[in-house]
């Protein structure tokens, strides 16, 4: 199992402030996913980064892959309280039918 | 668009009981998965199926099992439950390309006392 470390673990801040959050691993994965989640629902595809070094924007949220393709971050902008929720790092191969291992989550709670 | 649907949304058990968690997606994607999700533990794959006919075991296997003899629904089986098992149940499925995304129900939480 490709093993993802994501820090911090929980992180509560004020609206407006800027955050990051970190996915790392010792394996190189081919693609890295994030996903945010909700409570009482599935997790839900936030970017897909496949290239070692990019960055993609969504809107606040910008998301880099390492140049090593072993890591990634989560950078958000001026948080909002609709930021709130659990954030998941995921990676995989062709093993497992292509299944995604997971990190364990960072939980941020972003209050007005 | 429906998607990934799951059944029941809450169950509790008493231990040693069995039950089935019912998994149905409408997007014909060839591979489907089981996931559990425990507090500060991320989602740990049970089970999977690339196609109709073909299942595997994930992490996490033990006490649960599977089958898929169509492409839409890939139901897991718990014979004998443990309170170990009390968790929140997610089924997923994809394309099967590897970047593609995952597509996730939402969910089932499972009590076991």
């Known amino acids: 199992t490709q093993l993802l470390e994501q820090s911090p673990q929980f992180l509560s801040i004020q609206e407006g402030e800027n955050l990051t959050v970190y996915c790392n691993s010792s394996s190189v994965f081919s693609s890295l996913q994030w996903y945010r989640q909700e409570p009482g629902e599935g997790p839900v595809l936030l970017v897909t980064?496949?290239?070692?070094?990019e960055v993609k924007k969504l809107k606040r949220l910008t998301f880099q892959f390492g140049d090593a393709r072993k890591d990634s971050s989560l950078h958000i902008t001026a948080a909002q309280p609709g930021d709130t929720g659990l954030y998941l790092c995921a990676g995989g191969g062709a093993d497992s039918g292509y299944a995604l291992n997971f990190g364990k989550g960072t939980s941020l709670l972003v209050t007005p | 668009n429906a998607g990934v649907t799951q059944t029941p949304k809450f169950r509790i058990l008493k231990i040693g009981q069995s039950m089935t968690l019912q998994c149905a997606q409408d997007m014909n994607h060839n591979y489907m998965y089981w996931y559990r999700q425990d507090p500060g533990m991320g989602l740990k794959l049970i089970y999977y199926?690339?196609?109709?006919?073909?299942?595997d075991k994930g992490e996490v296997p033990n006490g649960y099992n599977v089958s898929r003899s169509t492409t839409e629904d890939f139901p897991l089986r718990l014979e004998l439950a443990a309170p170990s098992q009390t968790s929140v149940y997610f089924c997923?499925?994809?394309?099967?390309?590897?970047?593609?995304?995952?597509?996730f129900g939402n969910g089932t939480r499972l009590t076991v006392t």
């Open positions: 997923a499925s994809r394309p099967g390309t590897e970047a593609s995304p995952l597509h």
């Open positions: 199926s690339v196609g109709a006919g073909i299942t």
């Open positions: 980064v496949v290239t070692g070094g």
